[in-house]
Structures are given as C-alpha cells and as structure tokens.
C-alpha cells in the first residue's frame, strides 16, 4: 500500500513539475500515394522515395514535397532542363534544409536556386539527418559523379546527438518508424580516440508505462541526459566537421559550414571551424519570432524563415566562397547590379579600396534592395576618417527599404553611438536585438552604453553585465574590445576586482594581437581604484558591423 501511495504522490510531483506521459510529436500523419516517406538506403540507412508525396498533418495541414530519383529533393520544375549544365552547389543537412513541413517552391534550397540562377542547387538534405550522414553522402557523391562548385553542410547544436544516435534521439525518432525504415548511421569515438561508424535500427525500448506515466517520463528523460553528458557529442561533431571540408578540399570543391541556428553552442562550433581553416557562414534566423515557425509544425522553420536563411545564404556564397566566379562575370558584365553587390561585399570585407565604386553601382541599379545601401553605408562607416553624415544616409535609407533588418539597427546605432547621440543609438540597438536575438557586436555596443553612460536615464548596468557576458561567450572571449566592455559593466555594478581581473585579461589579449591597449590600461587603473568609467566609447573597437 504504502509504495503504491509513494508512487502516485510521485507521480502528481512529476505532473506538476511539467512532465507529461511520453507522446510522440507529429506522429499523426498520412502520406499519399506511397503510405511512406523513406526507402531503405546500404550506407545513409534511409533515404526520401522518389516522387511526388502529399503528406497531411492531423487531417487538416497538407503539403508536398518532391524527391529525384537519387532522393533529392527538387529545387526547380522538373521540366526546366539546362544546356550546358550549370555548376552545381550542394547543399547538406537535415529538416529545416530539407524544407521539411513546406511545399516544394517555399523551401530554402528552391529560393536559393532563385537567388542563383547561374548555378544548379542540389539539395541532398533529409528529416532526421545527421551531420554524420552528410559526409557520407558527399563521399558517396564525389565517388560517383563530377564535382560540385561548392558544397555546404548546415549546422545546428541540435544535431550532436544525432551523429551517436543517442537514447533520446532514438526515442524521438523510433514512432516514425511507420513512414519507412529508419536504420541510421551513428559514430562514435573509439579509445584510440578515432572515429567509428555504424550502422542501428531505429528501435527505442521504452521502460513500461512511458506513454501512461509522467513520473517514468521524467526518469527515463533523466537516464538519456546522463548518457548525452557521458558522451562527447561535441567533439563528434566537431570531427565530422572537419571531415566534410577536408573530402571537399581533397577534390578541390569550396566548401563552408553554414550554422542555422542563433545558439551560442552553435557559434562556437563555427568558431572551431574557422580556427581550423574551414570556411564559415552564419544564416541563423530569429527562433524567437512566433511568424519563423510554421504554425501546423511548430518543429520547423516557416517560409518567412526559410527565405531569410535563402537571401543570408546567397549573400555569403557569392561574395566568400565563390568570389572567384563573381569576378569572372563581373569582367564580362562590368554592369550587373547583382554581381557588384556580391563583389562590393567582398572587396570591403578585405579592406580593398575599390569596394564602393562596385557598390555605388549596385545602389544605383537596385533601388528597392536594401542590402546594397546597406553595404555602400557600411562602406563609408568603416573608412578612416569615419564619414559619418553619408554611413548615416545609406544606413537609414537600408531600414526605410527593410525595417526588419537586424543588421541596418545594429549598425546604424553604432555609427550613433560613436557621434555621441546615445539615446537614439540605445533605441536602434536594442531594437536590432529584438528583431535578432544574439547579435554579439550589438550586444556587446547596447552592453557599453548601459554600462558607462553618463547619461542615467540610459545606464542599466546588471542588464549590461548579462550582454557583455553574452557577447563575450559567443565569441569565446577573442575580442579585447568585448572583454573591456564586461569589465566596464562589471565595474558599474561595484564588482571591482571582477573588473580589474576582465580588464587585464582585455589588455593581455589586445597586446598580444597588436592592438591599442593604454585605454584598456587607463580604465584598468579606475577599476583598481574602485572607481567606475563614464565616457563615451573610446578606441579600442572593432569594425561598425562587428
């Protein structure tokens, strides 16, 4: 009697701690005309059937979606042919590349393909999807047929537990066992410290009751936590990273790690990459913006999200990873609006001193795109000496032309902040944060005004703490600038030796990049001093625009 009493009180504490029974999301749905969406694959485990399937959710949401005869799905009409053969990018990774819960012509890869006409966008990406499963497949691929122009693999935190195939992956994705044989690769680390591939069944033995009880719910998601913690999933994934740029580079494809999701988990393994030499983007949207989900399926981006990964993608693609292509066209179409875009971006990102002339005239040409004024403002916000009354006109004509750009906000208040006029720059920035949450250089100029301002209608010193910290762990406390601006924050709320401490690891990190460091030190004084800084910013920054 008395354990049936402990179990049932336990079970209530479970309920009212927010666990429920085990159910599975998304398991109520029908698929036309196969009854199925996978096909059993020898190496990948699964992979989509070929054709046209409808696929509808709780007998209300329908969409479909269009798959080859290799299973990729399709990024045009499959009537539109092309002679000769346009270069091809790849695109790798899971659901939300997939264009998983959305139509064929919503999906990321078919609006890439409208952005980049001059190339055949391949989407080899998959629901459920490792990043395991993308270097198998791009091994697989190069094996067997030419080469692409580019291949990119697009990342997200949430797929280290994939590449083990962990208990709670496998409890989430054993249900759809139904929509097809869902064997999956895995890979682990061995003793040696080398990677090891198999190969397991889709197959999650649940303890009993799991779907009854919310108390063996909460246990058993206890249980996978301390097998996930076990398990170096990171360094798995940092691994087949590294793997996949490595196959590219051995036959010579550009290819770059496209990270889309706004995590700091996820920026940090971008930054692995790029220590590593491996080509990064990041084409994150706002995972905290209801309209970015799509309300049938709340696991997966809406079209308004798949959109904005499309247009940050294209961007990256052809002004870094394909740069080389877009001088080519440039010098048989001196003229194209878009191509000096793409090279305006690059050449300012290197410091040429050519950028503006090509971004001049893609201002001229494309009145209605924001991201050329954006571009040509950013142009004169990064000169020495700064001119200021310009950067301003083009910044504020991006935002006319795109209230919702993050970056026109970001930008633009720093541009503010750094003429003195901190009360609007306060407004600009945070509302930059709004529209993109995790902005580490918005964050990190939003952090120094709240922290040193004068002005005390603007001084917010804890929230200031809290950006700072942010923007430092997202860039792994690389940037002297970020670190000065903590200790600053640090210092505002009274935790002075905190701040001294922050402050000469700002001056140690600035030194040993060869940066300016004496108002580091002049600061650093104040700190031992107990005293607070109040000014505006004062160099050492980095570039407006991060």
Same mark, same amino acid.
């Given at each position: 009697?008395?354990?049936?009493?402990?179990?049932?009180?336990?079970?209530?504490?479970?309920?009212?701690?927010?666990?429920?029974?085990?159910?599975?999301?998304?398991?109520?749905?029908?698929?036309?005309?196969? !009854?199925?969406?996978?096909?059993?694959?020898?190496?990948?485990?699964?992979?989509?059937? &070929?054709?046209?399937?409808?696929?509808?959710?709780?007998?209300?949401?329908?969409?479909?979606?269009?798959?080859?005869?290799?299973?990729?799905?399709?990024?045009?009409?499959?009537?539109?042919?092309?002679?000769?053969?346009?270069?091809?990018?790849?695109?790798?990774?899971?659901?939300?590349?997939?264009?998983?819960?959305?139509?064929?012509?919503?999906?990321?890869?078919?609006?890439?393909?409208?952005?980049?006409?001059?190339?055949?966008?391949?989407?080899?990406?998959?629901?459920?999807? =490792?990043?395991?499963?993308?270097?198998?497949?791009?091994?697989?691929?190069?094996?067997?047929?030419?080469?692409?122009?580019?291949?990119?693999?697009?990342?997200?935190?949430?797929?280290?537990?994939?590449?083990?195939?962990?208990?709670?992956?496998?409890?989430?994705?054993?249900?759809?066992?139904?929509?097809?044989?869902?064997?999956?690769?895995?890979?682990?680390?061995?003793?040696?410290?080398?990677?090891?591939?198999?190969?397991?069944?889709?197959?999650?033995?649940?303890?009993?009751?799991?779907?009854?009880?919310?108390?063996?719910?909460?246990?058993?998601?206890?249980?996978?936590?301390?097998?996930?913690?076990?398990?170096?999933?990171?360094? @798995?994934?940092?691994?087949?990273?590294?793997?996949?740029?490595?196959?590219?580079?051995?036959?010579?494809?550009?290819?770059?790690?496209?990270?889309?999701?706004?995590?700091?988990?996820?920026?940090?393994?971008?930054?692995?990459?790029?220590?590593? !030499?491996?080509?990064?983007?990041? @084409?994150?949207?706002?995972?905290?913006?209801?309209?970015?989900?799509?309300?049938?399926?709340?696991?997966?981006?809406?079209?308004?999200?798949?959109?904005?990964?499309?247009?940050?993608?294209?961007?990256?693609?052809? /002004?870094?990873?394909?740069?080389?292509?877009?001088?080519?066209?440039?010098?048989?179409?001196?003229?194209? &609006?878009?191509?000096?875009?793409?090279?305006?971006?690059?050449?300012?990102?290197?410091?040429?001193?050519?950028?503006?002339?090509?971004?001049?005239?893609?201002?001229?040409?494309?009145?209605?795109?924001?991201? /050329?004024?954006?571009?040509?403002?950013?142009?004169?916000?990064?000169?020495?000496?700064?001119?200021?009354?310009?950067?301003?006109?083009?910044?504020?004509? =991006?935002?006319?032309?795109?209230?919702?750009?993050?970056?026109?906000?970001?930008?633009?208040?720093?541009?503010?902040?750094?003429?003195?006029?901190?009360?609007?720059?306060?407004?600009?920035?945070?509302?930059?944060?709004?529209?993109?949450?995790?902005? &580490?250089?918005?964050?990190?100029?939003?952090?120094?005004?709240?922290?040193?301002?004068?002005?005390? *209608? @603007?001084?917010?010193? *804890?929230?200031?703490?809290?950006?700072?910290?942010?923007?430092?762990?997202?860039?792994?406390?690389?940037?002297?600038?970020?670190?000065?601006?903590?200790?600053?924050?640090?210092?505002?709320?009274?935790?002075?030796?905190?701040?001294?401490?922050?402050?000469?690891?700002?001056?140690?990190?600035?030194?040993?990049?060869?940066?300016?460091?004496?108002?580091?030190?002049?600061?650093?004084?104040?700190?031992?001093?107990?005293?607070?800084?109040?000014?505006?910013?004062?160099?050492?920054?980095?570039?407006?625009?991060?």
């Amino acid at each position: 009697m008395m354990l049936v009493v402990t179990s049932a009180a336990a079970e209530v504490a479970a309920r009212l701690l927010g666990y429920t029974p085990f159910l599975a999301k998304n398991a109520n749905i029908r698929v036309e005309p196969a !009854g199925r969406l996978y096909r059993k694959h020898p190496t990948l485990g699964y992979a989509p059937i &070929p054709g046209r399937q409808q696929i509808c959710y709780d007998g209300k949401y329908r969409w479909y979606a269009t798959h080859d005869a290799l299973g990729h799905r399709i990024t045009h009409p499959i009537a539109e042919i092309h002679s000769p053969p346009r270069p091809q990018i790849w695109l790798f990774g899971c659901s939300y590349t997939h264009g998983y819960s959305l139509n064929d012509e919503d999906s990321l890869a078919w609006r890439l393909q409208e952005r980049l006409p001059q190339y055949e966008i391949v989407n080899f990406a998959a629901p459920g999807y =490792s990043t395991l499963h993308s270097v198998i497949q791009l091994r697989e691929a190069l094996a067997t047929g030419p080469a692409p122009r580019a291949a990119v693999l697009l990342y997200a935190q949430f797929h280290d537990e994939r590449n083990p195939f962990l208990r709670q992956r496998r409890k989430m994705v054993a249900p759809f066992n139904r929509l097809g044989p869902l064997t999956q690769p895995y890979a682990q680390l061995g003793a040696d410290g080398t990677l090891r591939v198999g190969m397991a069944d889709s197959v999650y033995r649940e303890p009993p009751l799991l779907r009854h009880s919310a108390l063996v719910n909460a246990l058993d998601e206890w249980w996978n936590r301390g097998e996930a913690n076990r398990t170096p999933v990171r360094e @798995i994934s940092r691994r087949l990273l590294l793997e996949f740029a490595q196959v590219a580079k051995q036959r010579q494809v550009a290819s770059c790690v496209a990270g889309i999701q706004p995590s700091t988990k996820t920026q940090v393994m971008l930054e692995a990459c790029r220590q590593a !030499g491996v080509a990064t983007l990041d @084409i994150s949207f706002n995972y905290e913006r209801d309209d970015n989900w799509n309300p049938a399926d709340r696991w997966h981006p809406s079209l308004r999200a798949n959109e904005e990964m499309a247009e940050r993608l294209e961007l990256g693609l052809a /002004s870094q990873i394909l740069f080389d292509d877009q001088q080519q066209r440039l010098a048989v179409d001196p003229t194209d &609006p878009l191509t000096n875009l793409y090279c305006g971006v690059h050449r300012l990102s290197a410091g040429a001193g050519d950028a503006r002339d090509c971004l001049r005239r893609a201002a001229d040409s494309l009145p209605t795109d924001y991201r /050329s004024r954006y571009w040509l403002g950013m142009s004169f916000a990064n000169e020495e000496p700064v001119q200021f009354e310009l950067a301003e006109r083009e910044l504020r004509a =991006s935002i006319g032309l795109a209230p919702e750009s993050a970056e026109s906000h970001a930008s633009l208040g720093q541009l503010l902040s750094r003429q003195g006029k901190q009360h609007e720059a306060v407004e600009l920035l945070h509302a930059a944060l709004v529209l993109r949450p995790r902005m &580490p250089h918005a964050e990190n100029e939003l952090a120094w005004l709240w922290a040193t301002c004068s002005d005390e *209608q @603007i001084r917010r010193p *804890q929230e200031a703490v809290a950006l700072a910290q942010s923007a430092c762990r997202q860039t792994q406390g690389s940037i002297p600038s970020y670190l000065d601006t903590l200790a600053a924050a640090l210092a505002a709320t009274g935790e002075f030796e905190q701040a001294a401490n922050t402050a000469r690891q700002a001056l140690r990190l600035a030194q040993q990049q060869g940066q300016e460091s004496e108002f580091i030190r002049q600061r650093l004084r104040l700190y031992e001093q107990r005293l607070p800084y109040r000014s505006p910013r004062m160099p050492l920054l980095p570039q407006i625009g991060g």
